[in-house]
């Protein structure tokens, strides 16, 4: 105890949220010091990594045949093992700096609650590897419900829906635990998926990622609107021409809607799920929105329409899991307590 509390006082321990889109890292005393896109662009021939974060997202769709943009999870799952220990520790070491005299941190990660044994020491070996002392890892609605301010270790209801780029999350938390949760591989990169199919089928062009998320911003929408706007789209048709097609806002909220419908069905299931002492608690307070695919437009009034429950944004809902395990990181009390291990 007294070694924690010393070492406690000279190292700069970590929460990272490990996120399918983007990987944010927080540090004692310092808050939210980094938030990058979650990629590592390698040479497929020596596979030898080129770029992290940032500048391999400005590769992404513009890299030669040699060299390969890689997003190493998918729909909250690690798909390539390899690129997410070196991502991993790009980042622990970005944040460390010159670590001569300092001691080992404390390395907290927020990972989705679907997580496999095998993933979780895949985490925790890349993590010790880049020069963790103890690694830690938190259910990421867990993590967004302390970073949102809301009392997980009271005997309340607190519900969470955390929208992130490949899952979206869906927690009732009392007394420091999760009593009902769910897991959905639908969120905000199945939003673009849905616009690029769309325009696709509509239009006949094909655009990338980055042209769908640019049109999820400025056009999307959970509900219909009735001001109509536009955006003009540029993308290449079947003869493989550039194209540049009109879009309107109608167009995205109709591409989106299944994608938004079962989401609403998920947060549906869970409340019907969820005790009733908790599920009265829900009801008085609302449930908290998280994640920057909660960020859609309407997304809020459109959950509450459809569950006849208040959604609230909490503040910064991006940083939301960075904050949580950033909250926890002198915690160990807590952090043993709400660790997945």
């Known amino acids: 105890m007294f070694l924690d509390k010393l070492l406690g006082m000279f190292s700069n321990n970590i929460g990272i949220d490990l996120g399918t889109a983007n990987t944010a890292v927080y540090m004692q005393s310092k808050g939210i010091i980094m938030y990058e896109p979650s990629i590592v662009a390698i040479d497929v021939k020596s596979r030898k990594v080129l770029a992290v974060g940032k500048e391999a997202k400005e590769m992404v ?20 093992f390899e690129v997410t220990q070196v991502m991993l520790s790009y980042f622990i070491k ?23 044994p095998v993933e979780k020491k895949a985490v925790i070996d890349a993590a010790k590897n880049a020069g963790a002392r103890e690694v830690y890892l938190i259910a990421e609605p867990m993590a967004a419900a302390i970073g949102a301010g809301l009392p997980v270790d009271e005997p309340v209801g607190n519900m969470v ?8 999350e869906i927690a009732v938390i009392s007394l420091a635990g999760i009593v009902v949760s769910n897991s959905l591989r639908i969120a ?37 609107e009735q001001e109509q706007k536009t955006m003009e789209v540029r993308g290449r048709d079947m003869t493989g021409l550039p194209k ?15 994608t938004v419908s079962s989401i609403i069905n998920a947060i549906r299931v869970t409340l019907e799920k969820t005790p009733p002492e908790l599920a009265a608690d829900i ?12 960020l ?17 944004y909490c503040e910064e809902p991006l940083m939301a899991v960075a904050k949580g395990v950033g909250k926890v990181l002198d915690n160990l009390e807590l952090i043993r307590r709400i660790s997945m291990e």
């Open 296 to 312: 859609l437009k309407n997304m809020d009034k459109r959950i509450q329409m459809e569950t006849g429950i208040k959604a609230i």
């Open 283 to 294: 009801a008085d307070r609302g449930m908290v929105l998280a994640g920057g695919g909660s």
């Open 94 to 116: 970005k944040a460390l700096g010159n670590t001569l005299f300092k001691p080992k941190p404390r390395v907290v990660i927020g990972v989705p609650t679907g997580i496999t």
């Open 244 to 258: 540049t097609v009109e879009v309107t806002n109608h167009h995205i909220t109709e591409a989106l809607e299944d």
């Open 188 to 224: 905000g990169d199945e939003m673009n998926e849905a616009i690029i199919q769309y325009i696709k089928r509509q239009f006949h062009i094909l655009i990338g990622e980055q042209t769908a998320e640019k049109i999820k911003m400025t056009l999307g929408s959970a509900v219909h």
């Open 61 to 80: 769709g513009k890299t030669p045949e040699n060299i390969q943009a890689i997003r190493p999870l998918r729909d909250g799952v690690i798909t390539d």
């Open 161 to 168: 829906v955390d929208i992130g780029g490949g899952t979206t």
